[in-house]
């Protein structure tokens, strides 16, 4: 089996990046997330960058429609627009919300674990990992908005971030609902949650499948703020000026010190954790429950 994948050289076959985006902003001058001065959005296909240099970050838009799950070259072009704003000396900070209205995510595509082959398994569970890595240890300051439901992988990706805020409405639940599925929460999703919440609640979360709404999230620190829905950048903002303050060297060595050990411990058995993932999910008895789930998804419109 290929584990060897490589996600830059899969990102440089699938995509050229930071084309002028399609759509609505396509040729014209969009005012910058934070301050107007003219500066151009850029990304890719799935990922919309609105750039705001002049105070020093950028709002990274997920348009995956209809749900952002996570598919494979999605998770690609996010990890390229993370790494062309790393790689950016005027960026300290990244405001990741959702383009697609009241979803943030849906999580992990259930299309590229259900039905394909080992390598194409191994392939995706790398760059899932690569993701969650890459968000996790980003030296930028990372606030998630999220402006929609988020569901299990897609929540993982705001967990990774440094400070959330949700919108009130109770229909955003939020959670690592992936028992509900019948499959498992890897021990990084799982150590990610409880860096965040706890033991105890990740543990009842987790067995349970809980998606939590606006106002149990704060109560169980899964968010750290809920705002009318209409405030959720412009809060996001806000917060951003408290964690750009802090000098960059000491709040990213901080960082560092505090999500190291859990990160290190995916590092050292990467190769073993895709394994896993490739058994576990080519089993019989889990594809069928994938099926049955994603049947259900689509029974709940008839
Ligand atoms: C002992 C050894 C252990 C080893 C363990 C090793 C590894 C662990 C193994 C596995 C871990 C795998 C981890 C997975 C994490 C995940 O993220 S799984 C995904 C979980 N996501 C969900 O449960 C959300 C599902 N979606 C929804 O609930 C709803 O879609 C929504 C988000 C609430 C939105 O509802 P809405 O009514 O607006 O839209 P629809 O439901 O009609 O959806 C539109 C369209 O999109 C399709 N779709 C929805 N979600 C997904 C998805 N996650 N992936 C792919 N496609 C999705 C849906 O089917 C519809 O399609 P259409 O009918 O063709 O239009």
């Known amino acids: 089996m290929a584990l060897a994948v490589g996600i830059r050289g899969l990102t440089r076959s699938l995509l050229r990046p930071w084309v002028r985006v399609p759509g609505p902003a396509r040729g014209r001058t969009e005012p910058a997330a934070g301050g107007g001065d003219g500066v151009r959005c850029f990304g890719s296909p799935r990922v919309l960058v609105e750039p705001d240099p002049a105070a020093g970050f950028a709002v990274m838009k997920m348009r995956n429609p209809p749900v952002n799950s996570l598919s494979l070259e999605f998770l690609t072009e996010l990890l390229i627009s993370l790494e062309k704003l790393e790689s950016d000396k005027a960026f ?11 979803i943030f995510s849906a999580g992990l595509d259930l299309m590229e674990m259900c039905g394909r082959d080992p390598t194409h398994y191994a392939e995706y569970w790398k760059a899932v990992q690569e993701l969650w890595l890459r968000f996790y240890l980003s030296h ?18 705001a967990l990774s971030c440094d400070y959330r805020v949700l919108a009130d409405n109770p229909k955003y639940a939020m959670g690592l609902n992936e028992t509900l599925l019948g499959i498992i929460a890897p021990f990084w999703f799982k150590d990610t949650l409880v860096n965040t919440v706890g033991h105890r609640t990740a543990e009842r979360a987790l067995q349970l499948g809980l998606l939590f709404p606006p106002a149990e999230a704060l109560q169980v620190g899964m968010v750290d703020k809920v705002v009318p829905e209409d405030q959720v950048l412009s809060a996001a903002r806000s917060e951003l000026a408290q964690w750009l303050a802090i000098p960059g060297h000491a709040r990213q060595l901080t960082k560092s010190l505090m999500r190291k050990p859990t990160a290190d411990r995916l590092l050292k058995e990467r190769d073993a954790d895709i394994q896993n993932f490739v058994r576990f999910i080519s089993r019989d008895a889990i594809q069928k429950a994938l099926r049955v789930y994603l049947e259900k998804l689509k029974q709940k419109k008839t």
Request: aromatic share 0%; net charge negative.
């Open 92 to 102: 300290h900070a990244i405001i990741l919300t959702s383009d697609c209205p009241g």
């Open 140 to 157: 930028l300051v990372v606030i998630s908005a999220i402006n929609g439901v988020n569901a299990a992988g897609g929540c993982l990706l």
